[in-house]
């Protein structure tokens, strides 16, 4: 099956500094990959995902990259604000059998910003 | 408002009880999920299910068992074959019954035992 790694498993920044999160895959048919935001005591929420066909895609201070060849995908945050700390999730989409197909997580970041 | 709803947000159960956790949605999606987070360890997938009466294990389904009645509705139940239950639990819906466009999660319930 699908294994995703994701570091570092923590992340302090001071505000205003842009934090960078990487990840792996082993499947190399996964094609979907969601990062989500996790505030304490919530679930998480999708803040941005990428497709295969692309290789990068940005929205407003978030932009993921995609690295197909290597099976690796990053998250990057400019401009980091006290909101914006929290923990972050990738996760990779791959084919489970029988038609259907499933998420994997990474173990999440905890991204911490300084004021 | 739509949405899905986790029910109770937090639980406590005895030594050697069944509990069901509730997960409501109102996105008229297909695909369900439960998910079990521990700290360091990301989110495991407990069950899914892609259709109503039909669901699939996930990677950690022994000691729970799952129920997809009605669409809107996929309640967990961690029996007490469960040797290690307490946990937060997440619920997630999504429209593409492969896992291939955004998950929505409820608020989790946090399950406690005693």
């Known amino acids: 099956g699908e294994n995703v790694e994701q570091h570092p498993s923590t992340l302090s920044v001071q505000e205003g500094d842009s934090a960078v999160i990487k990840c792996t895959y082993s499947?190399?048919?996964?094609?979907?990959f969601p990062w989500y935001k996790q505030e304490l005591g919530k679930g998480p929420q999708l803040i941005i995902d990428?497709?295969?066909?692309?290789g990068e895609k940005k929205d407003q201070r978030i932009a993921v990259t995609l690295n197909k060849t290597a099976k690796h995908f990053s998250l990057h945050i400019t401009e980091t604000q006290p909101e914006d700390s929290a923990v972050y999730f990738c996760?990779?989409?791959?084919?489970?059998?029988?038609?259907?197909?499933?998420?994997?997580f990474g173990k999440g970041t905890k991204l911490s910003v300084i004021p | 408002d739509g949405g899905i709803t986790q029910s109770p947000k937090y639980l406590f159960r005895k030594e050697g009880q069944n509990v069901t956790l509730s997960c409501e949605q109102n996105?008229?999606?297909?695909?369900m999920y439960w998910y079990r987070q521990d700290p360091g360890q990301g989110l495991r997938l407990i069950y899914y299910?892609?259709?109503?009466?039909?669901?699939q294990k996930g990677d950690i389904a022994e000691g729970y068992s799952v129920s997809r009645e009605k669409k809107e509705s996929f309640p967990l139940t961690v029996t007490s074959a469960q040797k290690n239950p307490t946990a937060f639990y997440l619920c997630?819906?999504?429209?593409?019954?492969?896992?291939?466009?955004?998950?929505?999660f409820g608020q989790g319930t946090r399950l406690t035992v005693v």
């Open positions: 997630a819906s999504s429209n593409s019954p492969g896992g291939l466009s955004e998950a929505f």
């Open positions: 499947d190399s048919a996964s094609n979907y």
């Open positions: 990428i497709r295969s066909n692309v």
């Open positions: 996760a990779a989409s791959a084919y489970s059998g029988a038609g259907s197909y499933q998420l994997t």
């Open positions: 996105l008229n999606h297909d695909a």
């Open positions: 299910s892609q259709i109503v009466n039909d669901f």
